[in-house]
């Protein structure tokens, strides 16, 4: 598994950041790094306000409307590869700024769809912006994995991914404002039909939110362009050779953590995704809260709000308990609330789902670091598969399916099997085994 994943960005952030924490430079890198989270989990969320609205739009079954964001993940499993070499052809910051550059060519992507009223053109669009996102994730989160102690690395993840989850608070407001707020939808009676007329108008309504978007990810994109982030030198020479001939011999399945990670990555996301995609749906409905899609973001908002709540609070706790208990608790937690969600009703169902944020909080960043502990000269690899890992919230369109045919309410029942698998990681599956020794030994 060393050849195809290996990438000069993640690689050489190891090298790269352990100077920069030697002369005590790295923090402004982590602060600006800090921003690129913000703005990936903030185009992410309006996703959420976005389907409802396109599914209306476009009269759209929940499996099509979900297809929607499962083409947006699948982009994580097809442009991984692709950008691990980009990363090794032309170096970390220009990397970076090539990623927003992509994103905002796939925000202008939907301008276009949201002006000829296409469907496909929105699924393209998509797709460009998370490619785009692909290219930071495969850099950032190992850098910021590696870039301090490895006895911290949770700690230190799960506190940047704070920022990842202020953008996604801040995301339904906006989507609810913007996109919602302007529509005919989003200010309907949920089950209302609109007309040919008012279809069209609430397709253009998405124009200006993105154009907005578009100009805050070149403006970014200018500023890392200009920033004197720590030297992160690309492959060749003599340091590369050097860790090839390190990594010679090593076999990534000797480690079980990083084995029963990735699919622990990928099941996870299938939870998280499938209730934000799905949760403005839920909430709108007359026995859980009897909203409008437009009141019902502002709710969307709290669930994600809990996120970014639960990220400060997993970090403190993981100064005082081992990262896997923690992960454990969250697991339990979740499931629990999930299982409330699926067979109460009313406002209990509602503020179940809500609650579910705070314990999915601290789930990604922790799998991602207990699965690269221990790696060694292997981290690179083991980090280029989890984050094409994410790919899983591809398979939200099997819970749409679900919700045809058992039920939006039973769907959740997805959710909390997911749960489980990922407290099987807490307890069991993220204990190391012996250091890797080579493949045949």
């Not at 005590?24 to 969320?45: D, E, K, N, Q």
């Not at 029963?260 to 990928?266: D, E, M, R, S, T």
């Not at 109460?344 to 699965?371: D, K, R, Y």
Request: with cysteine; glycine share 10%.
């Amino acid at each position: 598994m060393a050849g195809p994943i290996a990438t000069a960005g993640t690689a050489a952030a190891r090298t790269g950041a352990e100077a920069a924490r030697d002369r005590g430079g790295y923090r402004p890198a982590l602060s600006l790094l800090a921003s690129l989270f913000f703005m990936w989990g903030f185009i992410t969320v309006i996703n959420n306000t976005l389907l409802p609205h396109l599914r209306s739009v476009f009269d759209l079954d929940y499996t099509q409307t979900t297809l929607i964001e499962s083409v947006w993940f699948i982009a994580y499993f097809v442009a991984s590869i692709p950008a691990a070499k980009l990363i090794e052809r032309v170096g970390y910051q220009r990397a970076l700024v090539t990623g927003l550059g992509i994103m905002a060519l796939g925000t202008l992507g939907m301008i276009l769809a949201a002006h000829r009223v296409s469907y496909a053109i929105t699924l393209t669009a998509l797709f460009v912006i998370a490619s785009g996102i692909t290219l930071l994730q495969v850099a950032a989160n190992p850098y910021v994995a590696v870039v301090g102690p490895a006895e911290s690395a949770p700690t230190r993840l799960n506190l940047v991914q704070a920022f990842n989850s202020l953008g996604t608070t801040l995301a339904p407001l906006f989507g609810g404002y913007l996109i919602l707020g302007r529509s005919a939808l989003g200010n309907a009676a949920a089950g209302a039909t609109l007309t040919p007329a008012e279809r069209l108008a609430d397709a253009q309504s998405v124009q200006l939110p993105y154009l907005i978007v578009a100009v805050v990810l070149v403006v970014l994109a200018a500023v890392i362009a200009r920033f004197p982030l720590p030297a992160i030198s690309g492959s060749g020479g003599a340091t590369a050779r050097a860790a090839r001939a390190e990594r010679a011999g090593l076999s990534l399945w000797r480690h079980r953590n990083l084995v029963l990670g990735v699919p622990a990555i990928f099941i996870y996301l299938i939870a998280e995704i499938g209730v934000s995609n799905l949760f403005i749906n839920f909430v709108s409905q007359p026995e859980i809260g009897d909203l409008t899609h437009a009141q019902a973001s502002r709710y969307l908002f709290l669930l994600w709000g809990g996120m970014m709540v639960g990220r400060f609070v997993g970090s403190y706790l993981m100064q005082r308990r081992p990262a896997e208990t923690v992960l454990a608790g969250a697991a339990i937690g979740a499931c629990a609330v999930m299982l409330v969600a699926t067979f109460a009703t009313g406002h209990l169902a509602l503020w179940a789902l809500i609650s579910v944020g705070l314990f999915h909080a601290i789930m990604f960043p922790t799998i991602f670091t207990l699965g690269i502990r221990g790696l060694g000269p292997l981290t690179e690899e083991g980090a280029g598969l989890l984050i094409m890992a994410i790919a899983g919230g591809s398979l939200v369109v099997v819970q749409g399916w679900a919700a045809d045919r058992y039920g939006l309410q039973h769907s959740f029942l997805i959710t909390a099997a997911c749960e489980l698998y990922v407290l099987f990681y807490a307890l069991w599956g993220c204990r190391t085994g012996a250091a890797a020794r080579p493949a045949g030994a």
